[in-house]
């Protein structure tokens, strides 16, 4: 009789201590890693892209992506962010699993990306680029937009994106250009403009694909420059990027992708010292 009698209670012990999604998908982020991918795998026909990757990021840090072309670092973006959908594995970022939500879904969460060549509205102007970046604009709604009692409210929040959107055009030092058409823009500003829509959107993690591919030493000083500060805020960064002096110069934490995998992961002295990466990737000058 006694274990008749227990057995309801140990299935309503088991029912109230199981975990919840969130709480199960937690363990795959804990506090302090906001992002996580797991055993990451991406077919094209044939072809795989993405071959079992698994890493994570730290909070607060700038982390590099690194790794030969084909080595599967921009397809994992395009996993990570929602271009692609995974063929297995798991993202997960702040506690929740993300994987093969659409890119808008993933990006109202925080996290967002790049692109390796900037995705600007030609003929808008950097102004209008930049004011059309925040998520929940009350004007999106018709409504609200011509009825008179609700007017004062799209006016209103109008008014305070134009005040954020020229202090972010004068953070990133291309206040001169706001009146000027998008398509008019060097490679550079062009690049320094994406980072401006980013920001606008109040982003807790940014995915930077090659941010200086065809950048100006001038324009690439200024771009780190602005990187390391919002870092230095609290922002969390994963960057892709071919050049390797900007890696080892600037990330904390540098993961190498080879053949779709991980290859190896540690600071720069220990990617610079990892024979692995030297014979696949890096070389020994490195």
């Known amino acids: 009789m006694s274990d008749a009698g227990t057995a309801p209670n140990s299935s309503v012990d088991e029912a109230e201590t199981a975990d919840s999604a969130v709480e199960a ?27 079992g990757a698994t890493f994570s990021v ?30 297995a594995g798991h993202v997960y970022f702040q506690g929740e699993e993300i994987t093969g939500l659409r890119p808008d879904q993933i990006a109202n969460r925080g996290l967002v990306r790049t692109f390796q060549i900037a995705r600007e509205l030609h003929d808008m102007t950097v102004l209008e680029n930049v004011m059309l970046a925040p998520r929940g604009q009350v004007g999106e709604s018709l409504v609200r937009s011509v009825l008179p009692g609700l007017r004062r409210e799209v006016v209103e929040q109008e008014r305070e994106l134009h005040e954020r959107a020229w202090e ?81 110069n600037n990330c904390e934490h540098i993961i190498v992708m080879h053949q779709g995998k991980v290859l190896a992961e540690g600071e720069a002295a220990d990617i610079r010292n990892n024979e692995q990466v030297v014979e696949a990737y890096l070389g020994e000058t490195i």
């Open 168 to 248: 972010t055009l004068e953070f990133f030092e291309i206040d001169h250009l706001a009146f000027e058409f998008a398509g008019n823009l060097s490679g550079g500003q062009r690049k320094l403009l994406e980072m401006a829509r980013v920001l606008m959107t109040d982003p807790e993690m940014v995915l930077l694909d090659e941010p200086l591919a065809g950048v100006n030493p001038t324009l690439e000083r200024k771009l780190l420059g602005r990187v390391h500060d919002l870092r230095e805020d609290g922002y969390t960064f994963l960057l892709v990027e071919h050049d390797m002096d900007v890696i080892m």
């Open 58 to 87: 730290e909070a607060g840090s700038l982390t590099g992506l690194i790794g030969p072309n084909g080595a599967g670092k921009s397809t994992t973006f395009n996993c990570i962010t929602g271009v692609h959908d995974p063929t």
């Open 25 to 51: 998908a937690a363990r795959h982020t804990p506090r302090g890693l906001p992002l996580r991918v797991e055993n990451l795998r991406k077919e094209f026909g044939g072809i795989t892209a993405v071959d």
